[in-house]
């Protein structure tokens, strides 16, 4: 199946930071890529959904300006943390669907990034 | 607007043997896509089964099926003959067909398999 590579994996970060995580297509082409965040012992919340080329679509009560998103290219869209703090420590994944692809639609997942804010 | 349920929290199973991980849905459209994804403690989602809206025939997939009821609008995974490395979170998930085509999950089942 298509790979969806995350990075970091995991990161550990001061309080008031800001904290990157990239989310990379490897095999295909993605001009759609969706972010979710899972607490501990809970489902996948969707954040947001991620488009090639312009500006990100935010489920309500997701803050815009704390959630930055970024998808610059078919197969790289970011998510950056911005001014993290503790309440933000949670499991973020990333998921794409493949444009091109004769499939079901699913979407591939990357393998998720940890984020603990100190 | 798009509703997964999953009611059972935990189950067990006995190695070699079938469960069932109940999941209903609700929606508004005619036309959506229903997912099982596997969450193993490492915390990669792994795509079990789909099952489309108007496909006809429950979806199979190895060991894994899915016991589609449209008129009753649930999607209960079957898992036989059940191993140890079944172990894991369990997730349901729906697809609406329109727009960005977006996959809310269920709250999930915790399945634990014992020898």
């Known amino acids: 199946g298509a790979v969806v590579s995350q990075h970091p994996s995991r990161v550990i970060c001061k309080s008031g930071t800001s904290v990157k995580i990239e989310c990379r297509s490897l095999?295909?082409?993605?001009?759609?890529m969706f972010w979710y965040r899972q607490f501990p012992k809970q489902s996948l919340m969707l954040m947001a959904t991620s488009n090639e080329g312009s500006k990100a679509t935010y489920e309500q009560g997701v803050e815009k300006d704390k959630f930055l998103i970024n998808h610059a290219s078919l197969t790289l869209s970011t998510l950056t943390v911005t001014s993290a703090h503790p309440e933000d420590s949670s499991f973020y994944i990333c998921s794409a669907r493949d444009r091109g692809g004769e499939n079901t639609g699913e979407l591939f997942f990357g393998e998720g990034s940890r984020l603990t804010v100190l | 607007a798009q509703k997964i349920t999953q009611t059972q929290p935990g189950m067990f199973v006995q190695e070699k043997e079938a469960v069932t991980l109940d999941c209903t849905y609700d929606t508004s459209d005619p036309s959506y896509g229903l997912f099982w994804y596997k969450q193993p403690s490492s915390g990669e989602m792994i795509f079990l089964i789909y099952?489309?809206?108007?496909?006809?025939q429950n979806a199979t997939e190895g060991r894994y099926s899915l016991n589609f009821q449209k008129a009753r609008k649930s999607a209960n995974l079957v898992i036989s003959a059940s191993q140890l490395g079944d172990s894991a979170m369990y997730f349901c998930?729906?697809?609406?067909?329109?727009?960005?085509?977006?996959?809310?999950f269920g709250t999930g089942t915790r399945l634990l398999v014992s020898p």
């Open positions: 998930a729906m697809r609406e067909e329109k727009g960005f085509q977006k996959l809310v």
């Open positions: 095999d295909f082409q993605a001009t759609t």
């Open positions: 099952q489309g809206s108007y496909d006809q």
